[in-house]
């Protein structure tokens, strides 16, 4: 397997934990085109 790509703005091969606001927070402006979100199915 080749090694994974490095973006220029942002470590992909990286996970980040944490609160979603505060790790958005962190990351350079306009450097994410979508963020897909699948809620828990027991929330109530």
Sequence with gaps: MP???SS???D???VYCGDNLDQLAK???QCV???Y???PR???
């Design 3 to 5: 090694p994974a790509k």
């Design 8 to 10: 220029a703005l942002v």
């Design 12 to 14: 992909t091969r990286v």
């Design 27 to 29: 990351l350079p402006v």
């Design 33 to 35: 085109d979508l963020i």
């Design 37 to 39: 979100l699948v809620a």
């Design 42 to 44: 027991q929330t109530a």
